[in-house]
């Protein structure tokens, strides 16, 4: 018995540890090493192709009943308030490319007449939600597919509720990123007046942009760490949670301000003329399906590499764990070792026979004192 309480195997096999690779096969192995080779690895051998498919396909469902759903609820508030109602508008416009406007998929002055009368529309109301949360559950298990874990063991109604709170917060974090919005143009506009600059100068309009752009990154952000821990219920520490939605929300705002770009492509083509502005969205929101998955998936490796569990356990469910991975790498060894062993036995004969009998025996024997031992702990 060795001092750490494993079976003291002997081994006398050579050392088969391969030559170091130069050359091509060095650079390739260099490559292949590169933290972001290994994300997209991670992200393709995990099925992120296929999840951000199917999250886009139900996003483009999730996104028009959310939007009717809450200006259903809160049209009346932005009515009597203008300029926040056309701040909200903005706000959705820059999230979605193409989704409301005077060419987009939905008129922003039937959206401000949206209301909820009788039972029919509380019955479509309700399942507007399901489908809105419906998004929500398969961004969950998305992400927490890509950490390698099972969807969570928490109560279906429980997790239901948790989702409709996550969509409330966030129609509610879309009003206040536009009111942010809103302050900050307006403050904007009193600086430059009271040092002279004109509004509509360049120079004017690029701080504008570039206070629009910033505002837009902290919203993305802050919305992909909520969803990379709070929805998924992964357990990451701030630093890398905080690293990995930076990086996200700098990939969709580059994907925002390309979206016009992207959206002209989908119209250009006259197969798709009738359509366009709709296959525009869901090219669009599936691209963004691709950005939340590829950062969590950067966000996974980072912590794999650092050694970090993502699942939320105690200390002593870890230190449970660990024995587990112990023993499990223990029988593993024994297994192999047993099998090497009996082939040599099989081939054998006379005194080289026996010997190897000998040692097969002394390893039987110290894996049933270790199995003994495992089983007092």
Same mark, same amino acid.
């Given at each position: 018995?060795?001092?750490?309480?494993?079976?003291?195997?002997?081994?006398?096999?050579?050392?088969?540890?391969?030559?170091?690779?130069?050359?091509?096969?060095?650079?390739?192995?260099?490559?292949?090493?590169?933290?972001?080779?290994?994300?997209?690895?991670?992200?393709?051998?995990?099925?992120?192709?296929?999840?951000?498919?199917?999250?886009?396909?139900?996003?483009? !469902?999730?996104?028009?009943?959310?939007?009717?759903?809450?200006?259903?609820?809160?049209?009346?508030?932005?009515?009597?308030?203008?300029?926040?109602?056309?701040?909200?508008?903005?706000?959705?416009?820059?999230?979605?490319?193409?989704?409301?406007?005077?060419?987009?998929?939905?008129?922003?002055?039937?959206?401000?007449?949206?209301?909820?009368?009788?039972?029919?529309?509380?019955?479509?109301?309700?399942?507007?939600?399901?489908?809105?949360?419906?998004?929500?559950?398969?961004? =969950?298990?998305?992400?927490?597919?890509?950490?390698?874990?099972?969807?969570?063991?928490?109560?279906?109604?429980?997790?239901?509720?948790?989702? !409709?709170?996550?969509?409330?917060?966030?129609?509610?974090?879309?009003?206040?990123?536009?009111?942010?919005?809103?302050?900050?143009?307006?403050?904007?506009? !009193?600086? !430059?007046?009271?040092?002279?600059?004109?509004?509509?100068?360049?120079?004017?309009?690029?701080?504008?942009?570039?206070?629009?752009?910033?505002?837009?990154?902290?919203?993305?952000?802050?919305?992909?760490?909520?969803?990379?821990?709070?929805?998924?219920?992964?357990?990451?520490?701030?630093?890398?949670?905080?690293?990995?939605?930076?990086?996200?929300?700098?990939?969709?705002?580059?994907?925002?301000?390309?979206?016009?770009?992207?959206?002209?492509?989908?119209?250009?083509?006259?197969?798709?003329?009738?359509?366009?502005?709709?296959?525009?969205?869901?090219?669009?929101?599936?691209?963004?399906?691709?950005?939340?998955?590829?950062?969590?998936?950067?966000?996974?490796?980072?912590?794999?590499?650092?050694?970090?569990?993502? =699942?939320?356990?105690?200390?002593?469910?870890?230190?449970?764990?660990?024995?587990?991975?112990?023993?499990?790498?223990?029988?593993?060894?024994?297994?192999?070792?047993?099998?090497?062993?009996?082939?040599?036995?099989?081939?054998?004969?006379?005194?080289? =026979?026996?010997?190897?009998?000998?040692?097969?025996?002394?390893?039987?024997?110290?894996?049933?004192?270790?199995?003994?031992?495992?089983?007092?702990?």
């Amino acid at each position: 018995m060795s001092s750490t309480g494993r079976p003291a195997i002997d081994v006398n096999e050579k050392n088969t540890s391969e030559p170091p690779k130069t050359g091509l096969q060095a650079l390739i192995a260099k490559v292949m090493a590169l933290r972001p080779v290994r994300v997209f690895l991670r992200f393709g051998a995990s099925g992120g192709e296929i999840m951000a498919s199917g999250m886009s396909f139900q996003a483009i !469902f999730a996104v028009f009943a959310g939007i009717w759903v809450g200006f259903s609820i809160f049209g009346i508030v932005l009515a009597s308030n203008p300029d926040l109602l056309d701040a909200v508008v903005a706000q959705l416009s820059n999230a979605i490319p193409g989704l409301i406007g005077e060419n987009g998929a939905i008129d922003p002055q039937a959206l401000s007449e949206a209301r909820i009368l009788g039972w029919t529309g509380a019955i479509a109301l309700i399942g507007l939600v399901m489908t809105a949360i419906g998004w929500l559950a398969s961004t =969950r298990d998305s992400i927490r597919r890509l950490f390698h874990l099972d969807p969570p063991t928490t109560n279906f109604v429980l997790l239901k509720l948790k989702d !409709f709170g996550l969509a409330l917060g966030f129609g509610i974090a879309i009003v206040l990123s536009s009111v942010v919005s809103l302050i900050s143009n307006q403050g904007l506009s !009193f600086a !430059f007046d009271l040092v002279g600059v004109d509004t509509e100068s360049p120079f004017a309009l690029v701080v504008a942009w570039l206070v629009g752009v910033l505002i837009v990154f902290v919203f993305d952000s802050f919305v992909l760490a909520i969803a990379f821990r709070v929805l998924s219920g992964v357990k990451i520490p701030m630093r890398r949670l905080l690293a990995g939605a930076a990086i996200g929300g700098a990939a969709l705002g580059v994907l925002k301000i390309l979206g016009t770009q992207l959206l002209g492509g989908a119209t250009s083509n006259p197969l798709l003329a009738s359509f366009a502005v709709i296959i525009g969205i869901m090219i669009f929101l599936n691209l963004v399906c691709r950005v939340i998955l590829i950062s969590a998936t950067w966000i996974a490796v980072g912590m794999d590499d650092a050694g970090l569990d993502p =699942r939320s356990l105690s200390p002593e469910q870890l230190e449970a764990d660990r024995r587990q991975r112990v023993a499990d790498a223990r029988d593993t060894i024994v297994q192999a070792e047993r099998e090497r062993l009996q082939e040599q036995l099989d081939a054998s004969h006379g005194l080289a =026979r026996r010997r190897v009998r000998k040692k097969l025996e002394r390893l039987d024997r110290l894996d049933a004192a270790e199995a003994v031992r495992l089983k007092k702990r």
